[in-house]
């Protein structure tokens, strides 16, 4: 049976450096819940402080109702993959299945083992090297059996700690897709750690962004990226440029200003969070080139491009002084050369401003921590 | 919240083995410290200390055992590494053939070679006769030569099995780095190939060195005038004059200091040269050709022929009529005859009983000790390694004196039981069977165990199930190795022995000793047959490239 998730006032240290602070976070029943963040920001930590694995030097850990912080890890019903698969290299794919099926308290006959790890090496795709020794599967094989491993005893949470990061790049985007659907199947709360945000904007119901052992943002992946709760998360989810700028009130009206004097209304900020120094974050795809036309926008000079087939990139330096990247649809005529000048417009509704001292976002409608405090 | 300190099944484990050390080594070395300084008439006393350092007789020693193994061991790098390069980089005839050999000359009974050489090149030995004819005289076996070359032949094969190992860690873009920046033939021998390998150099050294210094066997038998420091500790323990147990205690303690400091310089000289190297793409072995090829296999095959030579003809001479010490012509089995009179029977179980329940106790221990140092690092844990690592620097001789002291009295008297003999070989060999144990328990990722735990195993489960299958290759190699050097150990044993303990090593040492020579070439065949069984278990459970000492 499936369970949701409780965190209280986690507080993990090793010896005196403190890893994670104070996290507070709560992952519905069925959810699949991503913990996203650069190496060392403490995501598998917490995983591992959920899994039992890790000590909680504070707080409470719940599954649903259930305290959990001092019970053994073959005793909090997880099911875990581990980024390295830790398929037992001496057992055959079949008794991997099996194996946790045997160790339940209370004793599973034969038949309804063999029946159950049928059941889940068919869901994933393994049934026909059942008998195969592990060390003769390819790492998709190795990860799908360690995947069956872990819900074969039906677990009330799923853990997965990065399991695609040892894969190439085209078996990750389809494992990825397989393990979205079959934990969809199953139905099962999984927290998920990645550090690669493509992977967890395509996988997850929500995403909780992590540096230094902080929640900066959970939310769904579409406000995650739309509207970033702060600059890291703007900076670590997919690219963006960081420009300095104004915003003053022009009658009742915010206009934001750039640092060359180009100025444009914004209508989505947070009248409570006004502040005159702001920090513009503009994604590449949130630039337009104007080419011909004179006299609207910001004046940038092209200095390099990079063509992608789907788009082209362009590395530009604005008459502000600042550097940018813009992304522009390929076009069937040739690609703007080095030095150009061009006119930028920038897409008004997309663009996200924050508090330049403190670096949180000061629009409307950013989805903090919606099942947060 | 507190923190919660649960006495699980490890923790009473720990606290078991460091009880077994306790027990059986720090007690032992405890009264060999006392022994030495201590006597029942003067109190505290140092006279044992004087003694040794006041006659040229005693403190010579040193300076011999010293001077033997520093020579052995540049001999031994000067015939390693030269054909472990051949080996490793060339596709020689017999590639394999070549390596096990290397591997029975250096599991073979130390003083089994030497006995050979006696026979070979004795006073009345078959090539000093020959010599004789050709009226070349003086070349004998005896003495510091003698020793030096016995040695050496047994030895630089762990040379060549280190430094095999150390070549095929050599990524091949490393090699073609340096030949694309002009780096070719000795410089790049030098400078490339042996810099590179230094780690590993420094290591081996170290093994043969201290195998050298702790050599018995050797020594006793062709040494003759040339004492060596385990002679002198085993002639005064067992000495014609009366028995100074004082002073065989005070050489003891010298001896152990002598190599804890040999330790310590290796420990230093090794942690310059910190790095590791895993090869991605080993090189590719070339074909020898011409005049150098033919040299290289001359060479190896030489060294080796040489090494096994004494091997071979102790079996010959095992077949040859006797009449007690002297040799009548013609082929009988006359010798295997007299070695059932003299305890060959006995010898051969008790053997085969303490090599296997060693075996047992020492794999059981260094699991464990792989298990908690790895795993749960703690300050027993830290603490059981270190012990467990001393009688590295312990020779053979100083463990079984040690034990003597302790257990020949009340209330522990297992001295002149084959218990004693068992304790004294699993101290020996723990060291490196827990080693072993240790680096293949590293490579084993904790998330397997993590993954049956959260599986619903037990901890003991998870241990039994999961993590023991996966060390069995390295526990088996691991085990077989300690079964031929408990086979083929002497230096402790020759003190703890009696008629009923007898072992085979010791029937040869008797036999040899008390002049039947066809006797103890029998028993040296018996021993040589199962050292070759062993070694063709262990071939079974290891590739040949995966070998280790």
Known sequence: MSRAITIKNALKKYGDTVVIPDLNVQIKNGEFFTLLGPSGCGKTTLLRMIAGFNSIEFGEFYFDDLFINDLDPGKRNIGMVFQNYAIFPNMNVR????????????????????????????????????????????????????????????????????????????????MRTAIRSIQRDVGITTVYVTHDQEEAMSISDRIAVMSEGVIHQCSKPKNVYMRPADIFVATFIGKTNILDGKLKLNGTVPELEFKNGFKISVKSVDPNLMVEDVKISTRPEEFTVVKTEKGHGIKATIKDSIFLGLQ????????????????????????????????LDVDIKKINL??????????????????GE | MKKRKKLDFWNYSSWIILALFGLFLILPLGG??????????????????????????????????????????????????????????????GRKFLFVMCLLCTMSAPFIGAYAWILLMGNNGLVTNFLKLLNIKNITIYGFGGIVMVQSLKLFPLIVIYMNGAFRDIDSS????????????????????????????????LLVFMRSFADFGTPLLIGRGYSTFPVLIFNEYLGENGVDYHFAAAIALIAVAITGIIFLIQKIATSKFKFTMSALHPFDIKEPKGISGMLMHIFCYGVV???????????????????????????????????????LIRATSNTLIISFVTVAIIIVISVFIAYLVVRRSNVISQTID?????????????????????????????????????????????????RATTATMMKISPSIEEAALSLGSSKLKAFVQITVPMMKSGIISGAILSWVSIITEMSSGVILYNNRTITLTIGTYVAINNGIYGVAAAFATITTLMTIICLVVYLKFTKIEDVTM
């Not at chain 1, 924050?354 to 099942?371: E, H, L, Y």
Request: aromatic share 12%.
């Open chain 1, 312 to 343: 082209t990139h362009y590395f530009v330096e604005l008459d502000t002084g600042e550097s940018a990247e813009i992304v522009e649809v390929s076009d069937i005529e040739k690609i703007i050369p080095s030095n150009t000048e061009v006119w």
């Open chain 2, 32 to 93: 060999l410290l006392k022994e030495a300084i201590y006597t029942k008439d003067t109190g505290f006393t140092i006279a044992s200390f004087q003694k040794f350092f006041s006659r040229s007789y005693y403190y010579n020693t040193i300076g011999h055992s010293l001077k033997i193994a520093i020579v052995v061991t540049i001999v031994s790098l000067g015939l390693g590494i030269p054909f472990a390069y051949f080996y490793s980089f060339y596709n020689l005839k």
């Open chain 1, 95 to 174: 008794k991997n299945v099996a194996f946790g099926l045997k160790n339940r308290p209370t004793k599973i006959s034969p038949e309804e083992i063999k029946i159950q790890t049928d059941k889940f090496l068919k869901l994933v795709h393994v049934y026909e090297y059942a008998d195969r020794q592990p060390d003769s599967l390819s790492g998709g094989q190795q990860q799908r059996v360690a995947l069956a491993r872990a819900l074969v005893i039906q677990p009330d949470v799923l853990l997965m700690d990065e399991p695609l990061s040892n894969l190439d790049a085209k078996l990750r985007v389809e």
């Open chain 2, 305 to 343: 022929s040489i090494s096994m030579l004494p091997q071979i003809y102790v079996i010959y001479m095992s077949f040859r009529k006797y009449n007690s010490s002297i040799l009548l012509p013609g082929y009988s089995l006359i010798n295997y005859v007299k070695a059932f009179e003299k305890n």
């Open chain 1, 354 to 371: 924050f508090n330049a001292k403190t670096g949180k976002s000061i629009m409307k409608n950013v989805d903090w921590m919606p099942n």
């Open chain 2, 386 to 434: 270190t012990i467990s690592m001393l009688p590295y620097i312990m020779p053979g001789a100083v463990i079984g004196i040690a034990l003597v002291l302790v257990y020949s009295k009340q209330p522990f008297c297992i001295a002149g039981t084959l218990v004693i003999m068992i304790v004294a070989l699993t101290i020996r060999r723990l060291p490196f069977t827990s």
């Open chain 2, 174 to 205: 490393l090699i073609e780095a340096a030949s694309s920046m002009g780096c070719k033939g000795p410089k790049f021998f030098f400078k490339v190939l042996l810099s590179l390998t230094m780690p590993t150099i420094l290591a081996g050294s």
